[in-house]
């Protein structure tokens, strides 16, 4: 029915000589959790989705419904899984409609709750949980004590995990970190006992050599005080820069965990990204080289406090970690400052040995500009292998790497150099090692 309407809809707007746009239809698919038929088109530039009200009877062990219905709007706002998500705009009387007599009034106090027991909303659809932190987290709203009691049930936990893919989970954590406010929903997380089940899920096979996973309070502080490293002292960041940060943050407590699958060690962040959370290659390999650059980064920290890093070593750094190594730097500042300052979270004014941590990082930083190689991962050799190969008279094969790494490391060095500099540099270096 909701394909028949907008055609109506549109219909309608071209008798009153206005702009119509194509109707997207969009099938039906349990499977999928998409129960019933949707049509969605644009009005005035706003995304409109057109479809019948409903109402839903759910089996025990699955979240697709086994019975859906046509529905009155009183049954279909019952169904939803805020009171803030049940209001309808009636069109005719151009007024907003509360049919649980609740939506206006949690709005009004900025107040999360479900318009139905939270237990049976819950245990019929788990996600649920998910979604009420995302909009709690996303309106900085409070969620009601008795949603808090209803989601920390550990049937509850059980059948978020059981009943509800990783995809949605993931999918729901990924607008909670790409939201207004990140940190209030890892904080709602921690506080409802939902870390293991977000993050873990049973993915992370016990590795006895391994180092434990840290307490999940690890990743509240981290939030936190990564909230405040934003707003006082950070410069300002690109939003994939800020969210690739909060990922990071969350998962702080996973830092040097590892196990080992089929006798190949793997680190645990790899393993909770792709399994647990269903990341993407792209986000996972990101995430991956923040982590890789926490302690890298870290020593050179440390090396700087001494003397100032030279220019070639901090520019393969910046080859070794990619574009992303200004990231990285920020994460790897935030470690220090959680493991150097285990009793502060983010609240201001910060203690001196902080203010010392963040200017030693800035120094780093700062360097690195005045150096100009903060696009030296993007910097390519003078010569490529098979040119340098020929120049020295050897076959290609695992020495062009090592050729290719000591023409960067001199083009560093010597930003001025030209080719046929490069080439009398190789030489030089091939008669040395020969000798």
Not at 28 to 48: G, I, M, R, W, Y
Not at 91 to 105: A, R, Y
Not at 138 to 165: G, H, M, W
């Amino acid at each position: 029915m909701g394909y028949e309407f907008a055609v109506h809809v549109n219909q309608y707007l071209e008798q009153q000589g206005m702009a119509t746009r194509s109707i997207a239809k969009i099938d039906s698919n349990p499977a999928k959790s998409k129960h019933l038929e949707t049509a969605t088109t644009k009005l005035f530039d706003q995304e409109v989705d057109f479809c019948n009200l409903r109402t839903e009877v759910y089996d025990e062990d699955s979240r697709i419904p086994s019975q859906i219905t046509f529905g009155t709007p009183t049954e279909d706002a019952y169904r939803r899984d805020t009171t803030i998500n049940s209001l309808f705009y009636n069109i005719n009387t151009h007024s907003v409609e509360d049919l649980t007599s609740q939506g206006l009034p949690d709005l009004a106090s900025g107040t999360i709750r479900t318009p139905l027991s939270p237990y049976e909303t819950f245990r019929e659809d788990p996600l649920r949980v998910m979604r009420c932190i995302r909009f709690a987290s996303r309106f900085n709203f409070t969620l009601v004590p008795e949603l808090l009691e209803a989601a920390k049930d550990v049937t509850i936990k059980d059948a978020l995990v059981s009943k509800i893919s990783k995809e949605r989970i993931g999918t729901e954590l990924e607008k909670m970190i790409t939201g207004p406010s990140p940190a209030l929903a890892i904080h709602y997380i921690h506080d409802l006992g939902l870390y293991s089940t977000v993050f873990d899920s049973g993915v992370l096979p016990p590795c006895p050599a391994s180092p434990p996973v840290q307490d999940p309070r690890l990743a509240v502080r981290a939030v936190d005080t990564l909230q405040w490293l934003l707003v006082n002292h950070l410069p300002s960041q690109p939003e994939n820069q800020v969210r690739l940060l909060y990922y990071g943050a969350a998962l702080l407590p996973f830092l040097n965990v590892f196990t080992v699958i089929k006798k190949k060690k793997m680190n645990a962040v790899q393993l909770v990204l792709r399994d647990a959370l269903k990341a993407t290659n792209h986000d996972s390999g990101d995430i991956n080289t923040l982590f890789r650059g926490i302690p890298i980064l870290q020593q050179a920290v440390q090396q700087q406090q001494h003397s100032p890093i030279s220019r070639p070593d901090l520019g393969m750094i910046i080859r070794d970690i990619g574009p992303l190594w200004s990231t990285s730097l920020h994460l790897a500042l935030l470690h220090t400052i959680l493991t150097s300052q285990p009793d502060w979270h983010g609240q201001a004014p910060a203690p001196a040995p902080i203010l010392e941590c963040i200017h030693d990082y800035q120094a780093l930083y700062t360097q690195v500009y005045d150096y100009a190689i903060q696009d030296a991962h993007a910097w390519r050799p003078l010569m490529d292998g098979k040119k340098a190969t020929q120049l020295l008279g050897v076959k290609p094969g695992p020495i062009v790497q090592e050729l290719m790494h000591v023409m960067m490391y001199w083009q560093l060095e010597h930003p001025d150099s030209t080719v046929e500099d490069c080439a009398e540099m190789l030489k030089t270096y091939w008669v040395d090692k020969q000798s």
